[in-house]
Antibody, heavy 117, light 110 residues
């Protein structure tokens, strides 16, 4: 069974940093693209970033480019999202998702990030 | 990276069919056959119901179908059931090597 478990969310002040993790199990992690998608409270889904199976290629939404960094450790079956210079508008539930280059097929339950003073 | 355009809400009676549209541009929906649809119940993670415009993942009911014409993709749910009442999102690959979601559509089963 595919399982994705996010962690690392919490309350952070504007301008602060946070690193999210996503522990994967039940599939060959090193064979899949992985994505981060976020959802502000009561709002829709917004794609954030993706990373190739071996970590050699990454892409970002314009809204986070230069502030967020996606990475992965295939030996630990773990996906990461380093978030710097956080803003109030980054407040959201952050989902990690397994997929291909063009879609997500399995999603975790998400972790809430709140940016507030 | 503007969001794809979906109607905010649609409704239908049990047993009927409904269609949700998803409009983009030639740089996303119209340029690639990489449109996906997701179902999301409140407080739950999204679930993939259609990928590559019209393909259903294993385990998804054949009441769900997808299509595309030009810059607009569509999700059709036939034989509406009470359990279908929730939010639906479209997504497309883009020419910028990113993905983009629609704003979401709330389906009400009357």
């Amino acid at each position: 069974e595919v399982q994705l478990v996010e962690s690392g969310g919490g309350l952070v002040q504007p301008g602060g940093s946070l690193r999210l993790s996503c522990a994967a199990s039940g599939f060959t992690f090193s064979s899949y693209w992985m994505h981060w998608v976020r959802q502000a409270p009561g709002k829709g889904l917004v794609w954030v970033s993706r990373i190739y199976s071996d970590g050699s290629s990454t892409n970002y939404a314009d809204s986070v480019k230069g502030r967020f960094t996606i990475s992965r450790d295939n030996a630990k079956n773990t996906l990461y999202l380093q978030m710097n210079s956080l803003r109030a508008e980054d407040t959201a539930v952050y989902y990690c998702a397994r997929g291909s280059s063009v879609r997500e097929d399995y999603w975790g339950q998400g972790t809430l990030v709140t940016v507030s003073s | 990276q503007s969001a794809l355009t979906q109607p905010a809400s649609v409704s239908g009676s049990p047993g009927q069919s409904i269609t949700i549209s998803c409009t983009g541009t030639s740089s996303d929906v119209g340029g690639y056959n990489y449109v996906s649809w997701y179902q999301q119940h409140p407080g739950k993670a999204p679930k993939l119901v259609i990928y590559d415009v019209s393909n259903r993942p294993s385990g998804i009911s054949n009441r769900f179908s997808g299509s595309k014409s030009g810059n607009t993709a569509s999700l059709t749910i036939s034989g509406l059931q009470a359990e279908d009442e929730t939010d639906y999102y479209c997504s497309s690959y883009t020419s910028s090597s990113t993905l983009v979601f629609g704003g979401g559509t709330k389906l009400t089963v009357l």
